[in-house]
Nanobody
């Protein structure tokens, strides 16, 4: 069974920074998409930053210029550096990955359990 495990969330004062990480566990052969999403109470889940299928990075408008996505390809760990955090960034942050567990099988989307980020003023 493949799982995505996020860490790094927490409580931070406005203007502060946090670094989230996402690490896959279990057996798989390849990953061709990874990204960060967030969902605030009462709102739909939205993309924050993603690695496209060609490796290009894309950022959602919500944290454009204040976040940076990166990836350790050797370990398949994905990071999200968030700076100049605002109270409106408060949300549960999820990582998503398209993972192929067995050669010859299709890629399947997996979601992490989410990590809470709370920004107070």
């Amino acid at each position: 069974q493949v799982q995505l495990v996020e860490s790094g969330g927490g409580l931070v004062q406005a203007g502060g920074s946090l670094r989230l990480s996402c690490s896959p566990s279990g057996s798989f052969v390849s990953i061709n998409f990874m990204g960060w999403y967030r969902q605030a109470p009462g709102k739909e889940r939205e993309p924050v930053a993603t690695f496209g299928y060609g490796g290009a990075t894309n950022y959602g408008e919500s944290m454009l210029g204040r976040s940076a996505i990166s990836r350790d390809n050797a370990k398949n760990i994905m990071f999200l550096q968030m700076n100049s955090l605002k109270p409106e960034d408060t949300a549960v942050y999820y990582c998503k990955a398209a993972i192929r567990r067995v050669y010859g099988r299709d890629y399947r989307d997996y979601w992490g359990q989410g990590t809470q980020v709370t920004v107070f003023s």
